[in-house]
């Protein structure tokens, strides 16, 4: 039977549960049913030791003696209690129902095998209503299932589609397909090299497999197979983009870049810093339209990267952009751009909404002249009225702020051909989801601190050292320090949210009476002028404290801060947290970066906190939020819906794949048209899967 027949014709279906199968399962195909993998086993092939059943709600299996038989209490709660023992330790085993019955069938002194859901009651493990079996020598060893267990509903189940339903639609659908139903996709010798089963074992043994080690095989090879196929795809719209979109050349290296280098750059360029400029160069002269990202974690000196490449693009006589999230980041990069360009003769224009009548008219008729070299701003940028003589590199800075279409835009601003764009994050993001992410990105990593930094220390305090922590700050501020305070705002709370801030900034101004202390607030709903004002007198160091709300989140530099106390830290996901914490730890001076949280935690909150204490490193961080979250919620991932697998999990399967592309790469490298022989499986996969993949290409 083809995998294309509609459902219904599936025996066992029929029109009415072929159409809740539609509805709740999107299964409209024999081959959709195929791929609705179950999403846990119950493994009755194997024995759990009593001791070491531990999860409540969990099913599990035990062999062991049956000890003593009791009926308790009466009335409604009459019950037979009886112990299974077996030589790591008692569980206790319960029943409402047949009592009589099992009183006189179950035999103390006899072996049993035992089967059944765990709970707990008053610090001790039970089952209630176990499945009953004497141990024979036969039932040992047959009859032993490993049984799939599929997600189900309950419009499903109410027409007898629940998980055993569905499993007994599965066997007939597996009964009735053959080897030819399910062709091989991957080149033999793949399968050889990486030991995989072949698919149409896969197929059969994801849904029934015999025991966990053909399950571990078919999982392997179905993972596999699902990445294995994204990364060439992947690949393949890199290298066809590649070939077809023309860059600018850049070939010269000339004043401004020289003279920058040479008598304004005020320190030297890490060695990450050096080879990152050395990839842009080579893309720049390459060609091809550049598209690279750049991660680096807080502080690692982006913006002095992304100036340097503007120059390249200015000596070479094109104009080029910096696009930032927020106004405050925008400003901060156009002053601090200003102040390192110096006397350089390069001409520097702000813009954003905040800029308006005859100073707008002007910097965009500078534009159009190319009077301006370079113009810093926030969205204002990919407004159609912004019009360029001859852009020829764009950044985008935080590059996760921004919609697809928002950097879309950039691109139709070049000057016949589409600007080199270069996109900047300090989230950073795990290897793995990176590769997926921006499969068809060029990517560069900032994997090294300017010298000199002393690593944040970081403590996680509860509300009892709230004077501790309010001791920390006073020695800090006594020696000249700048501490922030940061608030969580979250829009659903957002009421709740304001007022926890405004108290919390209250309880600092009795704390922190001025003359002596002068606090800064800064919050979302501030008319933008006023918290332009308030950060002002923070980073010209007139104030010692910011109180704030994780608008401070994004790029802000005050290397003069010290201690970021984080409040309500458990409400912050992991990458927020490190973010704010890149706030301090700019100067050369010891920092502090302190969490404070309720006595009380959930267990992914505890993790959160304790994983900030113990490392400073953004890439462990995020492989532990990606582990915690699942790669949909990462932050920058929210506009890719695709990653959607059927059984790959990023977060789990970084090793296959990495081996997935790089095996994907090798064979492109070979054969980039998939032409050869031993690769037509390939192609025939890529081809019958085409259309629903063609999302992909709109990722980056
Ligand atoms: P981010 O990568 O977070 O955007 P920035 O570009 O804001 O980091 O740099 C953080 C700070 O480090 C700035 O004050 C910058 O001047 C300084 N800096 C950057 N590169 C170096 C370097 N190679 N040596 C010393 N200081 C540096
Ligand atoms: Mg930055």
Redesign the pocket.
């Known amino acids: 039977m083809p995998l294309d027949t509609a459902i219904e014709y599936l025996k066992g279906v029929g029109p009415q549960r072929a159409e809740v199968l539609k509805k709740e399962l999107g299964v409209f195909t024999l081959g959709d049913l195929l791929f609705h993998f179950p999403f846990r086993y119950i493994d009755r092939t194997r024995f759990h030791r009593i001791g070491e059943a531990r999860t409540e709600g969990e099913q599990y299996q035990f062999k062991g003696i049956l000890r003593r038989i009791e009926v308790l209490g009466e009335g409604r709660v009459k019950r037979l209690v009886a112990t299974l023992r077996d030589d790591s330790g008692v569980l206790e085993l319960i029943w409402f129902q047949a009592i009589q019955w099992l009183e006189r069938s179950l035999v103390v002194g006899k072996e049993y095998v035992v089967f059944g859901r765990l709970s707990e009651f008053n610090g001790r493990f039970n089952i209630s209503h176990p499945e009953m079996e004497e141990v024979s020598p036969d039932n040992l060893q047959s009859a032993r299932t490993f049984d799939p267990v599929y997600p189900s509903t309950d419009k499903l189940t109410q027409k007898g589609l629940d998980a055993k339903g569905l499993r007994k639609l599965l066997r007939t659908l597996l009964d009735g397909l053959t080897a030819a139903d399910l062709p091989e996709t991957l080149p033999d010798a793949l399968l050889a090299g990486y030991r995989m089963v072949s698919r149409w074992e896969a197929l059969q043994k994801i849904h029934f497999p015999e025991n966990q080690s053909e399950l571990d095989a078919a999982t392997r090879r179905l993972k596999f197979e699902e990445l294995f196929f994204l990364q060439l795809r992947l690949l393949q719209i890199r290298r066809r983009r590649k070939d077809a979109s023309k860059g600018f050349v850049f070939e010269k290296i000339g004043d401004f870049f020289n003279g920058f280098f040479r008598e304004k750059l005020?320190?030297?360029?890490?060695g990450a810093?050096k080879r990152v400029l050395k990839e842009i160069r080579a893309d720049l002269a390459a060609g091809q339209q550049m598209n690279r990202l750049i991660q680096?974690?807080?502080?690692?000196?982006?913006?002095?990267?992304?100036l340097m490449a503007m120059l390249m693009a200015l000596d070479n006589g094109y104009q080029a952009c910096l696009m930032a999230p927020t106004e405050i980041l925008a400003q901060q990069h156009f002053a601090?751009i200003s102040e390192?360009l110096g006397e350089l003769g390069v001409r520097v224009g702000f813009l954003s909404g905040g800029v308006k009548g005859k100073k707008r008219e002007a910097i965009l008729e500078q534009l159009v002249t190319g009077e301006l070299h370079i113009v810093i701003g926030t969205h204002a940028l990919i407004e159609d009225w912004v019009v360029f003589r001859r852009l020829g590199l764009a950044i985008i800075?935080e590059q996760h702020r921004f919609g697809v279409e928002q950097r879309a835009a950039l691109w139709k601003k070049g000057a016949g051909l589409p600007p080199h764009v270069l996109v900047?994050t300090?989230t950073p993001i795990p290897r793995t989801l990176a590769m997926t992410l921006y499969g068809d990105l060029d990517v560069s990593v900032?994997d090294e601190l300017?010298?000199?930094r002393k690593p944040i220390t970081t403590l996680h305090k509860t509300e009892h050292h709230r004077l501790r922590v309010q001791g920390i700050m006073r020695e800090e501020i006594a020696k000249g320090r700048q501490v922030y305070v940061v608030y969580p705002m979250i829009e659903e709370t957002e009421k709740a949210d304001m007022l926890n801030l405004m108290t919390g900034f209250e309880a600092l101004s009795r704390d922190f009476p001025i003359p002596e202390y002068q606090i800064s607030i800064v919050h979302g709903k501030m008319k933008a002028a006023d918290k332009d004002f308030e950060m002002q007198r923070f980073v010209k160091g007139e104030t010692q404290i910011m109180v704030a709300t994780t608008v401070i989140e994004v790029?802000v530099?005050v290397?003069n801060a010290s201690v970021m106390i984080i409040e309500n830290a458990e409400r912050f996901g992991l990458s927020q947290l490190h973010q704010l914490r890149?706030r301090v730890g700019?100067g050369a001076e010891q920092s502090f970066c302190i969490l404070l949280s309720s006595f009380k935690l959930s267990a992914d909150g505890r993790e959160r906190l304790q994983t900030m204490v113990q490392t400073n490193d953004g890439f462990v961080i995020a492989e532990v939020d990606l582990r915690l979250r699942g790669p949909g919620n990462m932050e920058g991932t929210q506009q890719s819906g695709m990653l959607r697998f059927h059984i790959a999990d990023l977060g789990r399967d970084g090793q296959i794949l990495a081996a997935a592309r790089e095996i994907a790469a090798k064979i492109l490298e070979a054969d980039p048209g998939l032409a050869a022989p031993e690769h037509l499986r390939l192609r025939t996969h890529l081809e019958a899967t085409g259309k629903e993949a063609r999302v992909w290409s709109r990722i980056s």
């Open positions: 005020p320190f030297e360029l890490t810093q680096g974690d807080v502080g690692s000196g982006k913006t002095v990267v992304a601090g390192l800075d900047m300090a900032i300017p010298p000199g790029g530099n290397p890149g700019r």
